[in-house]
């Protein structure tokens, strides 16, 4: 689908703390779209600010990444990818220890996305191989707020179909209102692939366990 130019990178907590100013001040009808109109300093501050006061450590690590990384952690240019169901993809894609396991793409893993095919969720796919159905041991959230209510969150991805074959996760079906909704995937993710059957994989499955150390975040329309 192209190549699409992130507006901002995410830089100094300064001027990021200047710009969320803007995005929230005035009233609710000059609230930001999705995509590009989105202000992205300010967006993962506010973001971390909800992580904060939620007392949610994990999420506050995974926004800290975001907020604080050096920048060459935030390229300015993703390659957005097609997934295979309706869905709304984030425009900034995750970073994991294991990548995609393919010495091409490197340590890019996958992205966030926002379905709405049976209520609204968000759910996340890529990775290597499938998504394990046993996810004992691993835990992937988000962490959302709806910007033109002000109306926040946490959810955990804990969804998944193994049949038909389902290359994405996903939350239970919520409701965080219309408007433009920031949110950010970060945690952690197993994955399986079918080798033959040994004494090393008796079910037949490799399995990965994939953390992710730059969280895939994006806008979306409730």
């Known amino acids: 689908m192209g190549r699409l130019h992130v507006v901002r990178k995410l830089t100094g907590v300064v001027a990021a703390a200047a710009a969320a100013a803007l995005v929230f001040a005035g009233p609710a009808s000059s609230a930001p779209t999705v995509g590009e109109d989105i202000d992205w300093n300010a967006a993962a501050l506010q973001l971390r600010d909800i992580a904060r006061e939620s ?7 995974a926004m800290n990444r975001l907020v604080e990384a050096p920048k060459q952690f935030a390229p300015q240019d993703f390659a957005r990818q097609d997934a295979a169901l309706p869905a709304q993809p984030f425009q900034i894609p995750a970073f994991s220890d294991t990548g995609r396991m393919d010495p091409a793409s490197g340590q890019l893993y996958g992205s966030g996305i926002a379905l709405g095919v049976d209520g609204f969720r968000f759910g996340f796919f890529g ?15 988000v962490i959302w707020l709806n910007l033109l209510s002000g109306r926040s969150g946490t959810e955990v991805l804990n969804e998944h179909l193994d049949v038909p074959v389902d290359t994405t996760i996903r939350t239970r079906a919520l409701n965080p209102g219309g408007g433009p909704i920031v949110a950010a995937v970060y945690g952690s993710l197993w994955h399986r692939w079918s080798v033959p059957v040994s004494d090393q994989y008796p079910d037949g499955f490799k399995y990965v ?4 150390f730059w969280p895939s975040m994006g806008s979306v329309l409730g």
């Open 209 to 212: 366990k994939s953390s992710i």
């Open 127 to 141: 990775g290597p191989g499938t998504i394990s159905p046993n996810q004992g041991g691993a835990k992937l959230e």
């Open 55 to 61: 007392g949610n450590a994990d999420a506050l690590a």
